[in-house]
């Protein structure tokens, strides 16, 4: 069946520093590619999508490229702010965003 | 506009006791999905409905498990006979069921089985 794996967390780092979460998945079809973020004490909110191949998602100064050849979908950011401390799902989804999947989540903290 | 609204937020149940847990999607929104949500894990799918009808159930842990949404609007999640595993997060999610569209999602409902 369809399934994600994205990285273990927690990941800590200071402020400024590069982010990089892997996240790979598997799945019958061409989903499109979520990742959401979970900030303290708020629900579930996208914070990008990427819906065909070589697409890149961005939002935030996060991005993502879909790669259909590795089905991964990384989630990267230049230099991270206090204000990123969360937890990051990334989730395939078939067209329509029926029966999304998620990933087990990676917490960041970063550090002032 | 208003965004997907759950209630209750908290709910503490004894074991044995039936529960009844609340969504009301985003007005228009066709799609609604219902997701479990274990500490520290991601959400878990449990069911989904187009409109009224239900078309997928198949997360549905067991048959102590039932969702409804009689008029393709406001949806319950019921589960009879709360036991100590059902304790988690319970997420509603909308969608207008276009092509890409991404999950609206509640807060959730925090339910404890005691």
């Known amino acids: 069946g369809d399934s994600v794996t994205q990285m273990e967390g927690p990941v800590t780092l200071s402020e400024e520093a590069f982010l990089t979460i892997n996240c790979t998945y598997t799945a019958t079809g061409y989903p499109s590619l979520f990742w959401y973020v979970q900030y303290p004490g708020e629900g579930l909110q996208l914070l990008l999508k990427a819906t065909k191949a070589d697409d890149k998602g961005s939002n935030k100064g996060f991005e993502a490229t879909y790669r259909k050849e590795t089905t991964s979908f990384h989630l990267e950011k230049g230099s991270v702010q206090v204000s990123d401390s969360a937890v990051y799902f990334c989730a395939p989804s078939k067209t329509g965003g029926f029966k999304t999947i998620f990933g087990a989540g990676t917490r960041l903290f970063v550090k002032a | 506009g208003a965004g997907v609204s759950q209630s209750p937020r908290y709910k503490v149940a004894k074991r044995g006791q039936d529960v009844a847990l609340r969504c009301d999607p985003i007005s228009g929104h066709v799609s609604l999905f219902w997701y479990q949500q274990a500490l520290g894990q991601g959400p878990e799918f449990l069911t989904y409905f187009q409109n009224e009808a239900q078309l997928d159930k198949s997360g549905l842990p067991s048959d102590r498990f039932f969702a409804e949404r009689p008029e393709g609007s406001v949806s319950t999640l019921k589960i009879q006979r709360t036991q100590q595993e059902d304790s988690a997060v319970y997420l509603c999610?909308?969608?207008?069921?276009?092509?890409?569209?991404?999950?609206?999602f509640g807060n959730g409902t925090r339910l404890t089985v005691t």
């Open positions: 999610a909308s969608s207008p069921h276009l092509e890409n569209s991404p999950l609206h």
